[in-house]
Protein backbone atom coordinates (compact mmCIF):
# COMPACT_ATOMS: atom_id res chain seq x y z
CA UNK A 1 0.00 0.00 0.00
CA UNK A 2 1.22 3.24 -0.71
CA UNK A 3 1.60 5.99 2.45
CA UNK A 4 0.13 9.05 1.73
CA UNK A 5 2.17 11.98 1.36
CA UNK A 6 0.72 16.22 2.07
CA UNK A 7 3.43 18.88 0.87
CA UNK A 8 2.89 22.07 1.51
CA UNK A 9 4.67 24.13 -1.39
CA UNK A 10 5.52 27.88 0.28
CA UNK A 11 6.18 29.31 -2.77
CA UNK A 12 7.51 32.89 -2.73
CA UNK A 13 5.40 33.28 0.60
CA UNK A 14 6.40 34.28 4.58
CA UNK A 15 9.13 35.60 6.17
CA UNK A 16 11.42 34.04 8.78
CA UNK A 17 9.32 34.87 12.18
CA UNK A 18 6.02 33.24 9.98
CA UNK A 19 7.70 30.65 8.50
CA UNK A 20 8.89 29.18 11.46
CA UNK A 21 5.81 29.64 13.75
CA UNK A 22 4.07 28.09 11.11
CA UNK A 23 6.71 25.26 10.45
CA UNK A 24 6.39 24.77 14.45
CA UNK A 25 2.78 24.32 14.32
CA UNK A 26 2.51 21.41 11.76
CA UNK A 27 5.37 20.05 13.58
CA UNK A 28 3.36 19.35 16.32
CA UNK A 29 0.68 17.76 14.00
CA UNK A 30 0.00 13.58 14.49
CA UNK A 31 -0.36 12.45 10.92
CA UNK A 32 -0.21 9.18 11.47
CA UNK A 33 1.68 6.14 11.03
CA UNK A 34 0.29 6.40 7.28
CA UNK A 35 0.83 9.63 5.86
CA UNK A 36 4.02 11.24 5.18
CA UNK A 37 4.40 15.66 5.89
CA UNK A 38 6.77 17.80 4.28
CA UNK A 39 6.79 21.62 3.92
CA UNK A 40 8.56 23.56 0.78
CA UNK A 41 9.80 27.02 2.08
CA UNK A 42 11.76 29.52 0.43
CA UNK A 43 15.48 28.97 0.35
CA UNK A 44 16.23 31.91 3.06
CA UNK A 45 14.05 30.28 5.58
CA UNK A 46 14.85 26.14 4.75
CA UNK A 47 17.46 26.34 7.91
CA UNK A 48 15.45 28.23 10.50
CA UNK A 49 12.25 25.73 9.67
CA UNK A 50 14.39 22.52 9.82
CA UNK A 51 15.29 23.38 13.55
CA UNK A 52 11.32 24.46 14.02
CA UNK A 53 10.45 20.67 12.64
CA UNK A 54 13.46 19.22 14.65
CA UNK A 55 12.62 16.09 16.73
CA UNK A 56 9.06 15.73 14.26
CA UNK A 57 8.46 13.51 11.39
CA UNK A 58 7.90 16.32 9.09
CA UNK A 59 10.36 16.71 6.40
CA UNK A 60 11.99 19.13 4.72
CA UNK A 61 11.64 19.92 0.93
CA UNK A 62 13.37 23.05 -1.27
CA UNK A 63 11.38 24.13 -4.34
CA UNK A 64 13.80 23.93 -6.71
CA UNK A 65 17.85 23.42 -7.16
CA UNK A 66 20.57 24.23 -9.84
CA UNK A 67 22.24 20.77 -11.60
CA UNK A 68 25.69 21.70 -11.36
CA UNK A 69 27.66 20.69 -8.48
CA UNK A 70 29.32 24.76 -7.55
CA UNK A 71 31.10 26.99 -9.56
CA UNK A 72 30.15 30.51 -11.42
CA UNK A 73 25.89 29.93 -11.31
CA UNK A 74 25.16 33.72 -9.58
CA UNK A 75 22.00 33.00 -7.59
CA UNK A 76 21.50 29.31 -8.43
CA UNK A 77 21.88 26.62 -5.21
CA UNK A 78 23.08 22.77 -5.29
CA UNK A 79 22.03 19.68 -4.35
CA UNK A 80 24.69 19.45 -1.58
CA UNK A 81 24.09 22.97 -0.46
CA UNK A 82 20.06 21.60 -0.13
CA UNK A 83 21.25 18.51 1.47
CA UNK A 84 23.43 20.60 3.97
CA UNK A 85 20.22 22.53 5.35
CA UNK A 86 18.84 19.22 5.99
CA UNK A 87 16.27 19.00 2.87
CA UNK A 88 15.54 15.53 1.62
CA UNK A 89 13.11 16.20 -0.88
CA UNK A 90 12.75 18.58 -4.00
CA UNK A 91 10.36 20.03 -6.03
CA UNK A 92 11.32 19.83 -9.78
CA UNK A 93 9.47 21.25 -13.02
CA UNK A 94 6.32 23.06 -10.92
CA UNK A 95 4.56 24.44 -13.76
CA UNK A 96 5.29 28.14 -12.37
CA UNK A 97 8.75 27.39 -13.14
CA UNK A 98 7.94 26.21 -16.63
CA UNK A 99 5.56 29.26 -17.65
CA UNK A 100 7.06 31.88 -15.75
CA UNK A 101 11.19 31.44 -15.98
CA UNK A 102 10.46 29.36 -18.92
CA UNK A 103 12.23 25.63 -17.50
CA UNK A 104 12.64 23.27 -20.45
CA UNK A 105 11.94 19.77 -19.97
CA UNK A 106 15.68 19.20 -20.87
CA UNK A 107 16.58 21.52 -17.69
CA UNK A 108 14.02 19.77 -15.28
CA UNK A 109 15.60 16.59 -16.38
CA UNK A 110 19.32 17.40 -15.36
CA UNK A 111 17.60 18.56 -12.31
CA UNK A 112 16.34 15.62 -12.00
CA UNK A 113 19.49 13.67 -12.62
CA UNK A 114 21.04 15.92 -10.04
CA UNK A 115 18.88 15.46 -7.42
CA UNK A 116 19.01 12.25 -7.70
CA UNK A 117 22.09 11.39 -7.91
CA UNK A 118 22.66 13.70 -4.84
CA UNK A 119 20.15 11.69 -2.92
CA UNK A 120 17.00 14.12 -2.60
CA UNK A 121 13.97 12.30 -3.37
CA UNK A 122 12.17 14.04 -6.06
CA UNK A 123 8.96 15.46 -6.41
CA UNK A 124 8.55 16.03 -10.21
CA UNK A 125 5.46 18.19 -11.33
CA UNK A 126 3.55 17.67 -14.60
CA UNK A 127 0.08 19.20 -15.66
CA UNK A 128 -1.29 20.83 -19.13
CA UNK A 129 -2.74 24.58 -19.90
CA UNK A 130 -6.41 25.23 -19.81
CA UNK A 131 -5.71 25.54 -23.72
CA UNK A 132 -4.52 21.68 -23.83
CA UNK A 133 -6.80 20.57 -22.14
CA UNK A 134 -9.82 22.10 -24.15
CA UNK A 135 -7.55 20.99 -27.16
CA UNK A 136 -7.88 17.29 -25.85
CA UNK A 137 -3.79 17.29 -25.38
CA UNK A 138 -3.93 16.70 -22.04
CA UNK A 139 -2.83 12.99 -22.17
CA UNK A 140 0.38 14.28 -25.06
CA UNK A 141 1.12 17.08 -22.87
CA UNK A 142 1.55 14.36 -19.54
CA UNK A 143 3.43 12.53 -22.15
CA UNK A 144 5.55 14.98 -23.11
CA UNK A 145 6.82 15.93 -20.03
CA UNK A 146 6.92 12.42 -17.90
CA UNK A 147 8.78 11.51 -20.79
CA UNK A 148 11.05 15.09 -20.99
CA UNK A 149 11.46 15.01 -17.33
CA UNK A 150 12.64 11.24 -16.67
CA UNK A 151 14.37 10.81 -19.97
CA UNK A 152 18.18 8.31 -18.95
CA UNK A 153 16.17 7.96 -15.43
CA UNK A 154 16.22 3.64 -14.84
CA UNK A 155 13.74 2.00 -12.64
CA UNK A 156 16.88 2.13 -9.69
CA UNK A 157 17.23 6.08 -10.06
CA UNK A 158 13.70 6.62 -9.54
CA UNK A 159 13.21 4.32 -6.38
CA UNK A 160 11.86 6.99 -4.52
CA UNK A 161 10.62 9.53 -7.38
CA UNK A 162 6.86 11.25 -6.67
CA UNK A 163 5.11 12.70 -9.17
CA UNK A 164 2.80 15.65 -9.28
CA UNK A 165 -0.12 16.32 -11.12
CA UNK A 166 -0.98 19.91 -11.10
CA UNK A 167 -3.52 21.01 -14.15
CA UNK A 168 -2.02 24.31 -14.81
CA UNK A 169 -5.45 26.13 -14.56
CA UNK A 170 -6.27 24.94 -11.33
CA UNK A 171 -3.11 25.98 -9.36
CA UNK A 172 -3.95 29.03 -7.29
CA UNK A 173 -7.22 29.74 -9.30
CA UNK A 174 -9.84 28.37 -6.90
CA UNK A 175 -10.73 25.87 -9.89
CA UNK A 176 -10.00 22.10 -8.62
CA UNK A 177 -9.87 19.68 -11.15
CA UNK A 178 -12.93 17.25 -10.06
CA UNK A 179 -12.14 13.72 -8.56
CA UNK A 180 -13.05 12.26 -11.52
CA UNK A 181 -10.51 14.63 -13.81
CA UNK A 182 -7.69 13.95 -11.28
CA UNK A 183 -8.11 10.15 -11.40
CA UNK A 184 -8.14 9.81 -15.05
CA UNK A 185 -5.24 11.64 -14.85
CA UNK A 186 -3.77 10.27 -12.40
CA UNK A 187 -4.77 6.56 -14.01
CA UNK A 188 -3.06 8.10 -17.00
CA UNK A 189 0.82 8.39 -15.52
CA UNK A 190 0.35 5.67 -13.22
CA UNK A 191 0.25 3.65 -16.96
CA UNK A 192 2.71 5.77 -18.74
CA UNK A 193 5.04 4.82 -15.41
CA UNK A 194 4.23 0.61 -16.05
CA UNK A 195 4.93 1.00 -19.91
CA UNK A 196 8.11 3.01 -19.08
CA UNK A 197 9.20 1.36 -16.28
CA UNK A 198 6.81 -1.80 -15.14
CA UNK A 199 3.61 -2.43 -13.28
CA UNK A 200 5.55 -3.18 -9.58
CA UNK A 201 7.41 -0.28 -9.89
CA UNK A 202 4.23 2.64 -10.92
CA UNK A 203 2.28 0.63 -8.29
CA UNK A 204 4.85 1.54 -5.85
CA UNK A 205 4.95 5.37 -7.04
CA UNK A 206 3.32 8.05 -4.98
CA UNK A 207 1.27 10.69 -7.47
CA UNK A 208 0.17 13.95 -5.44
CA UNK A 209 -2.48 15.86 -6.92
CA UNK A 210 -1.60 19.75 -6.38
CA UNK A 211 -4.13 22.91 -7.69
CA UNK A 212 -6.42 24.84 -5.55
CA UNK A 213 -6.47 21.49 -2.99
CA UNK A 214 -8.73 23.18 0.21
CA UNK A 215 -9.95 21.90 3.71
CA UNK A 216 -12.93 20.97 1.86
CA UNK A 217 -11.91 18.87 -1.37
CA UNK A 218 -9.00 17.22 -0.06
CA UNK A 219 -10.80 14.12 1.08
CA UNK A 220 -12.49 13.74 -1.91
CA UNK A 221 -9.72 14.16 -3.95
CA UNK A 222 -7.33 11.80 -2.13
CA UNK A 223 -10.05 9.19 -1.86
CA UNK A 224 -9.68 8.61 -5.77
CA UNK A 225 -7.49 5.66 -6.04
CA UNK A 226 -5.11 6.90 -7.73
CA UNK A 227 -4.45 9.93 -5.84
CA UNK A 228 -1.73 9.75 -3.21
CA UNK A 229 -1.62 12.57 -1.55
CA UNK A 230 -1.31 16.43 -2.17
CA UNK A 231 0.89 19.30 -3.26
CA UNK A 232 -0.51 22.37 -1.17
CA UNK A 233 -0.01 25.79 -2.45
CA UNK A 234 -2.01 28.35 -0.77
CA UNK A 235 -3.80 25.81 2.10
CA UNK A 236 -0.36 25.43 2.74
CA UNK A 237 0.55 28.95 4.27
CA UNK A 238 -1.93 28.43 7.53
CA UNK A 239 -1.29 26.03 9.59
CA UNK A 240 -5.16 25.27 10.48
CA UNK A 241 -5.80 24.55 6.36
CA UNK A 242 -2.87 22.88 6.17
CA UNK A 243 -3.43 20.53 9.23
CA UNK A 244 -6.68 19.84 7.72
CA UNK A 245 -5.36 18.68 4.54
CA UNK A 246 -3.15 16.65 6.83
CA UNK A 247 -5.96 14.90 8.97
CA UNK A 248 -8.43 14.00 5.82
CA UNK A 249 -5.00 12.29 4.61
CA UNK A 250 -4.82 10.39 8.14
CA UNK A 251 -8.61 9.63 8.36
CA UNK A 252 -8.19 7.89 4.81
CA UNK A 253 -5.44 6.45 5.63
CA UNK A 254 -6.74 4.73 8.92
CA UNK A 255 -9.68 3.62 7.14
CA UNK A 256 -7.60 1.44 4.52
P1 LIG B 1 -2.36 26.05 -5.00
O1 LIG B 1 -0.90 25.70 -5.54
O2 LIG B 1 -2.70 25.00 -3.95
O3 LIG B 1 -2.24 27.42 -4.40
O4 LIG B 1 -3.28 25.98 -6.16
C1 LIG B 1 -0.51 24.37 -5.76
C2 LIG B 1 0.90 24.32 -6.30
O5 LIG B 1 1.24 25.18 -7.12
O6 LIG B 1 1.69 23.45 -5.93
Known amino acids: MRRFLVAG ?4 NTDRAGGTALATAVAAADPGPKTDVLVCPPFPYLIPVGEALQGSGVRLG ?3 VWYEPS ?12 RDTGCSHVVLGHSERRHILGETDETICRKVQAAIAGHLTVILCVGELLEERE ?3 TE ?4 RQLAGGLEGISEQDAADLVIAYE ?7 GVTASPDQAETAHAHIRNWLADRYNAAFSDRIRILYGGSVKPDNAQTLMQQSNVDGALVGGASLKA ?4 AIVDAARSLAAAE
Open 167 to 173: PVWAIGT
Open 71 to 82: GAFTGEVSVAML
Open 240 to 243: DSFL
Open 62 to 64: AQD
Open 9 to 12: NWKM
Open 140 to 143: AVLN
Open 135 to 137: AGQ
